[in-house]
């Protein structure tokens, strides 16, 4: 969908967004669980993963693809996890380590999964961030959940990383609409197979964390 049809952009995303949830809820429980440990196993095999040290991962929202998963591999390949925090009166994310899916989390009035509390670790460090959607496309596009906070994120300017999409193939379309304030992946990885789209690569490299 072309930029001229930046008028039907909320309308045409929130009727993509309704239809795409529908899809995913449709999905029983035990299938989603076996997809999640594909696209994971999928995931933590393509180099971008191997390379980087600093990881953000998205916490998974109900009828999202489990993200447990790769946050136990990368704590087992000793690389350093980060979480979202949502600060909404800034309506920015702040990237805060985690060292525990219990102790160092909470759950917000917004039912978001979040860390408890720690310091920001800065932006330049992050070598991938793993980008939640409802849909991706093929040229690496991305409609998120609604509210831009991925997309700020990912344009701030010390962001030098990797950016992979995650969710299941299902989520995979041939296009979503997209305005000038979107941010693509620079990868997609489902539960079917890994794509790369060539235009926003980026490859990671080896940093020194704090």
Known sequence: MGQSNCGLWPDVKRELRDRVRRVLAEIDPVSMAAKSARATELLVETNEFRRAEVIMVFLSLQNELDTTGVVLRSWQDH??????????????????????????LVETSMGLREPVSGTPIPIAIIDMVIVPGLAFDNQGNRLGRGRGF????????????????????????????????????????????????????RPAKGRQTL
């Open 150 to 201: 991925y997309d700020r994120f990912l344009a701030h300017p010390e962001f030098k990383g990797v950016t992979c999409g995650l969710g299941f193939e299902e989520q995979y379309l041939s296009e979503v609409p997209v305005n000038s304030l979107d941010r693509p992946v620079a990868m997609l990885v489902t539960d079917a197979r890994v794509r790369r789209f060539a235009r926003q690569r």
């Open 79 to 104: 690389k350093r996890v980060l979480a979202p925090r949502v600060s909404w009166e800034q309506r920015r994310m702040m990237p805060t380590e985690i060292r525990s899916l219990t102790s160092d």
